[in-house]
C-alpha cells in the first residue's frame, strides 16, 4: 500500500465546475503540501498545513489530522486550471520531522471550455 | 527575489559517463532537496541537506549517486557510470528550516536528463 493515496486519478470537468482532489496518508505527518504541476511547466506549491482549511483565491485546502485525509477544492474551475495536482507528506518521526517528501501520483485535472 | 535555478536545463549523455547537475537554492534557505521524476512515474525522493546536519541519504537508489552542498548553498548531484533507467527529470528545492519545523518547498525548473 502506498504511504500517500490520491483520488480520483484522472479528472475531466467542465468550465466552471467545483472540483475536488482528495489525499489520504499512512504516516504520521507535521503538515501536507498540495504541489501543482502544468504539462511540461515546473513544480509550484500550492499550500502548506498542518490543520484545519487554508484558502487562495479560488483554491482551498483542508485537512483532518485524526482521519489522514486532505482534500483540496477549486472553485468555478477554468482551463488554466488543467495541470497535475500532487498531494505530498514529509513523514514526522521520533525527534522531529523530516525534511523530505513521500509524494502521491497525482491527478490529472483536465478542464473543457 | 530570485527561486531555485537548476543547469544544465537538459543533458544528454552516454551511457557509462558521469553527469554533474548542479542546483542554487533560494539565497537564505538552509535545507536543500533533490528529487527525480521518471517519464510516467511519481516523484521520488533523493537526498536533502539541512545547515550543516549530515545529509539525509535514504532516497540515493544506488551507491553511483551522490551530492554534496559547498559552503550552505549550491548543491551538486553526480550520477557516475549512468545507465539508461538514470533518463529522468532531475528536481531541486529548497525551504527555510524556522523553529525545528521544515517550511514550503520552493521547486527549481529541473534537469531533464536522458542516457542514450
Known amino acids: 500500500k502506498n504511504e500517500v493515496e490520491q483520488s480520483p486519478q484522472n479528472l475531466t470537468a467542465q468550465e466552471g465546475e467545483f472540483i475536488t482532489i482528495n489525499c489520504s496518508y499512512s504516516?504520521?505527518?507535521?503538515?501536507l503540501h498540495w504541489l501543482q504541476q502544468h504539462p511540461g511547466g515546473g513544480i509550484v506549491s500550492l499550500f502548506m498545513?498542518?490543520?484545519g482549511k487554508k484558502k487562495h483565491g479560488r483554491l482551498i485546502a483542508t485537512i483532518n489530522i485524526q482521519e489522514k485525509h486532505s482534500s483540496l477544492h477549486i472553485t468555478a474551475s477554468h482551463p488554466r486550471d488543467s495541470a497535475v495536482y500532487i498531494c505530498?507528506?514529509?513523514?514526522?518521526?521520533?525527534?522531529?520531522?523530516?525534511?523530505?517528501?513521500?509524494f502521491g501520483k497525482g491527478t490529472k485535472l483536465s478542464v473543457k471550455p | 527575489g530570485a527561486g531555485v535555478s537548476q543547469s544544465p536545463s537538459n543533458k544528454v549523455t552516454e551511457k557509462g559517463k558521469d553527469v554533474e547537475l548542479r542546483c542554487d537554492p533560494i539565497?537564505?534557505?538552509?535545507?536543500l532537496y533533490w528529487y527525480r521524476q521518471s517519464l510516467g512515474q511519481g516523484l521520488e525522493f533523493l537526498i536533502y541537506?539541512?545547515?550543516?546536519?549530515?545529509?539525509?541519504k535514504s532516497g540515493l537508489p544506488s551507491d553511483r549517486f551522490s551530492a554534496e552542498r559547498t559552503g550552505g548553498s549550491v548543491s551538486t548531484l553526480t550520477i557516475q557510470r549512468t545507465q539508461q533507467e538514470d533518463s529522468a527529470v532531475y528536481l531541486c528545492?529548497?525551504?527555510?528550516?524556522?523553529?525545528?519545523?521544515?517550511?514550503?518547498?520552493?521547486f527549481g525548473p529541473g534537469t531533464r536528463l536522458t542516457v542514450l
Open positions: 504516516v504520521g505527518i507535521s503538515a
Open positions: 541537506f539541512q545547515g550543516n546536519s549530515a545529509p539525509d
Open positions: 505530498a507528506v514529509p513523514p514526522y518521526y521520533y525527534g522531529g520531522s523530516q525534511g523530505n517528501l513521500i
Open positions: 539565497s537564505g534557505h538552509t535545507a
Open positions: 528545492a529548497s525551504s527555510l528550516f524556522v523553529g525545528g519545523s521544515y517550511n514550503e518547498q520552493f
Open positions: 498545513l498542518s490543520s
